[in-house]
């Protein structure tokens, strides 16, 4: 897996498609609704393969996992006989898998850092976390932007700013903790945290309130590129390349180096950055039967996927495999042998 996609659509294409993707990705989605104890009787419940319906769990209504979750709710509830599906809005990584080993959700998708802290119990988890992967996704890149106008050129130039870190428990705020730590910056006061979500953190950007912002998602996401179109050269992004060693030196090459494409988000130039892979994971004991089926589903149905959001375009069962130091549950595993993964 590498950062060096891309995805070269000029900018009215792509403003066409995320309203496309608006328009599939709301027939699964569930917004902020918990579908825990319907009458179908399958949310929460570890997927039992007699039916009923599935709760996954994404992030920011205006980021890609809320996009392809909702992408991947429509297409269990035509593809899976019995199954319905809702994708619920969340904070994201941490909270996704806190509400699955709490039985609140199904599915979910996770940044990998987030999802190894959990299964090794460290970081946000004081103790190690029943999960399994599904499958390894696409890469998720990390996006610092800050205004034009703060006054800041690198990470330490944050120091006393207003900076967005992303939603309480998002995977969006492990990264940005640990950025700001690689650069010698405490996050709890050095700078002025707004822990709020994209749709908000986009507002606060363009108002002034917030002067720069983390975020880490797929691309391209959509609340990324209504900024940089609404503040066109009142805002751009920092180079991250500095950063990754000390990244990688302290939590080891889950990490990498990618690039953020100039086309995507119509700028001048590439800028480099830090790319960590995302993961799709249930519970402990996930039903092996609804696990392969699930899994067969995201591959064979990836041009779909793609069409709600391109990001789906990088996964790849060249690296569906790779989600150590998370174990495969044994139906996806068979799945992926099934399907020809590596």
């Known amino acids: 897996m590498t950062g060096s ?11 066409a498609v995320a309203l496309l993707a608006g328009v599939l990705a709301l027939a699964g989605c569930g917004g902020k609704r918990n579908d825990a104890g319907s009458d179908d009787a399958g949310s929460g419940s570890g997927g039992k393969s007699s039916g009923g319906r599935l709760t996954i769990a994404t992030g920011n ?9 909702g992408g991947l709710a429509r297409l269990i509830g035509r593809d899976i006989d019995g199954y319905r599906a809702t994708a619920s809005e969340t904070g994201a990584s941490v909270q996704n898998i806190q509400g699955i080993v709490a039985g609140t959700y199904d599915v979910a998708f996770s940044l990998a850092d987030t ?51 992303g939603s309480p428990n998002s995977g969006t705020e492990v990264i940005a903790q640990r950025l700001l730590e690689a650069t010698g910056l405490d996050p709890a006061k050095d700078v002025k945290a707004q822990r709020l ?55 080891g090459k889950i990490y990498e180096a990618g690039t953020l494409p100039k086309a995507t988000y119509d700028q001048a130039v590439d800028v480099s950055t830090i790319v960590v892979p ?54 996806a595993d068979k799945a992926l042998s099934d399907l020809g993964a590596k």
């Open 197 to 251: 979500g994209l749709p908000e953190t986009q507002d606060g950007m363009k108002d002034g309130t917030v002067d720069g912002m983390f975020w880490s998602g797929g691309l391209p996401t959509g609340g990324i590129t209504d900024l940089t179109t609404s503040m066109r050269g009142k805002v751009k992004f920092l180079d991250l390349s500095a950063e990754l060693p000390k990244l990688q030196q302290e939590y």
């Open 278 to 331: 995302n993961v799709l994971v249930v519970k402990k004991g996930f039903d092996p039967d609804l696990a392969g089926k699930l899994v067969k589903l995201v591959f064979d149905r990836k041009a779909e996927l793609a069409k709600v959001n391109p990001a789906a375009n990088d996964i790849s069962l060249d690296t569906a495999r790779r989600t150590d130091p998370i174990p495969l549950n044994s139906g």
């Open 115 to 165: 999802a190894d802290d959990a299964v090794e119990g460290k970081g946000a988890f004081e103790s190690k976390q029943p999960i399994e992967a599904l499958t390894r996704l696409y890469p998720n890149y990390t996006h610092v932007l800050v205004r034009a106008d703060s006054g800041i050129d690198s990470i330490a130039d944050m120091k006393g700013k207003r900076i967005s870190t």
């Open 61 to 69: 209504t205006t980021g890609v996992y809320y996009q392809l979750g």
């Open 5 to 15: 996609t891309r995805w070269s659509t000029h900018l009215p294409v792509r403003i």
